[in-house]
């Protein structure tokens, strides 16, 4: 069980990289040269495969993550608390952390959701003929995708505290 903890530990920590790209958005309404809208219009084909790529990697990605996530929480850190409860040790920090946990799962689904229906307004963008519009398309799910990835980060550090506290209760035992 405690290799086990481990692994997932260290693949959350890989996939969170995986997600935590950095994204640079600002709250500016971005205003394109002609250049710019030029080179968009002219490369609208190729923008929209590789954005259906960065879709397609984005779902694995996130169903990826969503899997581990729930199973920290039904396969180690419920049965954790339940343990704990049975035997007259309950441990008030490891319970709100298994509640924050419960709480900030769902909150990375709400943001995927919300980051997915930006991606999808963003693909049925018309990129050649109007590639202003496309672009703050674009910088909408860029900062949607940025917000996915503090929900992910969140939950890592949630789940390094509850490390810190499981390591804790088991220097009291």
């Given at each position: 069980m405690k290799a086990r903890f481990r692994v997932l530990i260290l693949s959350l920590v890989a996939l969170s990289a995986l997600v935590a790209l950095p994204v640079k958005a600002d709250d500016k309404t971005p205003v394109l040269s002609k250049e710019q809208a030029g080179a968009i219009s002219q490369s609208c084909d190729s923008i929209k495969q590789s954005l259906k790529k960065l879709q397609k990697a984005d779902t694995k990605t996130r169903s990826y993550l969503g899997g581990i996530y729930e199973d920290f929480i039904t396969d180690l850190i419920s049965p954790l608390?339940?343990?704990?409860?049975?035997?007259?040790?309950?441990?008030?920090?490891?319970?709100?952390?298994?509640?924050?946990?419960?709480?900030?799962?769902?909150?990375?689904?709400?943001?995927?959701?919300?980051?997915?229906?930006?991606?999808?307004?963003?693909?049925?963008?018309?990129?050649?003929?109007?590639?202003?519009?496309?672009?703050?398309?674009?910088?909408?799910?860029?900062?949607?995708?940025?917000?996915?990835?503090?929900?992910?980060?969140?939950?890592?550090?949630?789940?390094?505290k509850h490390q810190n506290a499981v390591q804790t209760l088991k220097g009291t035992l």
């Open positions: 608390n339940l343990r704990l409860t049975r035997n007259n040790l309950p441990n008030t920090t490891l319970t709100t952390l298994h509640s924050d946990l419960i709480l900030k799962r769902q909150d990375f689904a709400q943001k995927f959701t919300l980051y997915e229906q930006s991606f999808e307004v963003l693909l049925t963008a018309d990129c050649q003929n109007n590639p202003e519009d496309f672009y703050q398309k674009l910088q909408e799910t860029r900062k949607a995708r940025n917000t996915l990835e503090q929900s992910t980060e969140a939950f890592r550090m949630l789940l390094e």
